[in-house]
Structure formats: structure tokens, C-alpha cells
């Protein structure tokens, strides 16, 4: 189900411990606010979650990730 919180929306930066303050994640995050907005309140992940997203866009999505699967998975194989 998807949240209506703030944090949901990447709006809210919530730190509980030094160390996760600290990590790398967060400090790029913070230092890139607008993009993370962005990425997490893109309009395909808000219709994803609230299940209104069109049949036709999924498929397609499904595609381009089985297309991404197939050659990362090759291209892994060739660099062990």
C-alpha cells in the first residue's frame, strides 16, 4: 500500500544513528536533493503504487528490464 507520509515522497530526511548519517548514501542523497525528489516522485513509480499505472507502459517497462536482465546477466558472466 502505497504512503502519504513525507518521507514517502523523499521529502524528509529522517538520521537516527551518526553512522547512517554519515554513510555515503545519505551524503550524496542530501547533496542532491532535487534529483532524489525526482527519482523517487517520478509520476511511472506514483501511478505503480497507487495501481493506476496504463497495462501498455508496464509491459513495456517489463520489456526494457528483461532486455537489461539478459545483457547484465552476459556481462557478468564474461567478467568472473
Not at 547512517?20 to 516522485?41: C, P, T
Not at 517520478?42 to 493506476?52: I, T, V, Y
Not at 496504463?54 to 517489463?62: E, I, N, Q, T, V
Amino acid at each position: 500500500m502505497p504512503k502519504n507520509d513525507e518521507a514517502s515522497r523523499g521529502e524528509e530526511i529522517v538520521t537516527t544513528t551518526n553512522s547512517r548519517a554519515n554513510s555515503l548514501f545519505f551524503q550524496l542523497r542530501d547533496a542532491n536533493r532535487a534529483g532524489w525528489k525526482a527519482y523517487v516522485d517520478h509520476p511511472f513509480l506514483r501511478q505503480l503504487a497507487q495501481g493506476n499505472l496504463p497495462g501498455s507502459a508496464f509491459r513495456h517497462y517489463l520489456g526494457q528490464d528483461y532486455l537489461f536482465l539478459v545483457h547484465f546477466a552476459r556481462a557478468y558472466g564474461l567478467a568472473i
